[in-house]
């Protein structure tokens, strides 16, 4: 009796082995697929907008790594210097430091420093004036994919929004050039947010458009990245790091 028992647990553990290792093996098939879509210009000009120094770590990682895995280049496009509390000088350095540790050179990053766009989630950025100095350096550098926030803006950060409202809003009105194309990062609510890489059955089956899914070597590489931010790595930000799946995985949407 005893020797079924353990042959019927050999046979129900080697079942789920089986199972897991599919599983496994198929969303590493879908993650392929999905990156894919949409996206085979290889060697395009990608831009990430972001709103503050540590966006680009802290949220957009996972876009970053992959559109470099795609052979994609990427600039980057930072509205603020993030002196909220008066730390512009250091988190501009900051940010160009996690750029170089991302792969994007210093060459390729424009941070703007002005009162029209101040870090400060209490302040509306004016739509218009967003809209046309992302258009400026969209034509100037010959875009072809713009990538931000979405309408929520992940965290609800207003200037996080702002980027959204004046991207969609060049995209409606048909300001962008021809052939330019423009992915917004998919907000999920608070439970997924903080569930790490297990949210990824969540992100298979809810990304609408291009999902990146981080290797373990990558996630080192993204929180060397985070760790650039030594003025933001209060405790909670430590926390973020460790449980929060933007870190590894981004779901985007084509608008
Ligand atoms: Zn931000």
């Known amino acids: 009796m005893a020797a079924l028992e353990i042959l019927a647990a050999a046979a129900a553990a080697a079942a789920i082995a089986a199972w897991a290792f599919l599983w496994v093996w198929d969303s590493s098939e879908r993650i392929r697929n999905r990156e894919q879509a949409g996206l085979r210009d290889d060697e395009s000009r990608a831009l990430l907008v972001i709103a503050h120094p540590d966006d680009e770590a802290m949220f957009f990682a996972p876009t970053v790594l992959g559109l470099g895995r795609g052979g994609h280049r990427l600039s980057l496009l930072c509205f603020s210097a993030g002196n909220y509390y008066n730390q512009g000088k250091i988190r501009k350095k900051e940010l160009l430091q996690s750029c170089e540790v991302l792969g994007i050179p210093p060459s390729r990053v424009m941070i703007i420093d002005n009162r029209d766009f101040p870090d400060d989630p ?34 609800g950060h207003n200037n996080h929004i702002a980027l959204y409202t004046a991207v969609r809003s060049l995209h409606s009105e048909g300001k962008l050039p021809k052939g330019c194309s423009v992915l917004t990062l998919q907000s999920v609510n608070v439970l997924r947010k903080y569930i790490s890489f297990l949210d990824l059955p969540f992100s298979l089956s809810h990304t609408q458009d291009v999902l990146f899914v981080l290797t373990s070597e990558e996630v080192a590489r993204a929180k060397r990245a985070m760790s650039c931010h030594h003025s933001q790595l209060l405790w909670f930000r430590r926390l973020y790091v460790l449980f929060s799946r933007y870190m590894r995985i981004n779901s985007l949407h084509f608008l």
């Open 122 to 155: 209490d302040v509306q950025w004016n739509t218009e004036s967003v809209a046309s100095v992302l258009l400026q350096y969209i034509q100037v550098n010959g875009i072809s994919l713009v990538v931000t926030f979405d309408a929520r803006g992940v965290s």
